[in-house]
C-alpha cells in the first residue's frame, strides 16, 4: 500500500520565495501539502520553525479529496524523510488559495508559537521579518547558484 501511495504522490514545486511562491501552485480544485519554514524571534532567541501546511481545495470533488486525504500519513513521512519523529513544528490547514498568504500564515501560526524577547512585537513586526527572511533566502540561493556555475566554468 505505501508503494502505491508513493506513486499517487508528486513534487509541484520547491524553491526559497515563501509562501508566494508556493501559493502560486495552488489550485482550488486539489489537495497539496507543503513544509514551510520560518525564523521566529530576533538575536540570539530566533527559532526555525518548520510548518506543514495541508491545503484542502474547497472545489476539490468529495472523493479526489477523500483519496488524497487518505494519504497524509505517507505524505508526513515522506515530508520527514521516513522519520518517525515528528518533523514539524505545527500543521495548519488552508482551503482557498487566496486565503494563503504570508499575511494569513503568520497570523495562523503565531497563535502556536511564543516569540522570545522581541520589543514592539506585532503582527506587522513579523510580517517584515519574515520578508527580510525571504530577501536574504533568495540572496542567498543567488549566490550559491553563481558560485556553482562559476565552478562549472
Known amino acids: ?15 526559497e520565495g515563501g509562501v508566494e511562491e508556493m501559493a502560486a501552485h495552488l489550485r482550488d480544485s486539489e489537495v497539496l501539502w507543503a513544509l514551510l519554514r520560518f525564523e521566529l524571534g530576533s538575536g540570539s532567541f530566533t527559532r526555525s520553525k518548520v ?18 486525504n487518505s494519504l497524509i500519513s505517507e505524505v508526513k513521512a515522506c515530508l520527514r524523510y521516513g522519520q518517525d519523529v515528528e518533523g514539524f513544528h505545527a500543521a ?8 494563503v498568504t ?9 497563535e ?7 520589543e514592539g512585537y ?4 513579523l510580517v517584515r521579518e519574515y520578508c527580510n527572511q525571504i530577501s536574504a533566502e533568495r540572496d542567498a540561493a543567488a549566490k550559491r547558484k ?5 565552478r562549472r566554468a
Do not use: K, Y
Not at 504570508?102 to 503565531?110: D, E, F, H, K, N
Open 1 to 15: 500500500a505505501e508503494r502505491e501511495a508513493s506513486s499517487l504522490l508528486e513534487v509541484v514545486g520547491a524553491g
Open 122 to 125: 506585532d503582527h506587522g513586526w
Open 146 to 150: 553563481a558560485a556553482e556555475a562559476a
Open 92 to 99: 495548519i490547514q488552508m482551503q482557498r488559495a487566496e486565503e
Open 102 to 110: 504570508s499575511a494569513s500564515v503568520l497570523r495562523t501560526i503565531s
Open 112 to 118: 502556536f508559537f511564543i516569540i522570545d524577547h522581541v
Open 51 to 68: 510548518v506543514l501546511l495541508h491545503f484542502n481545495g474547497e472545489d476539490c470533488p468529495a472523493v479526489r479529496r477523500a483519496r488524497a
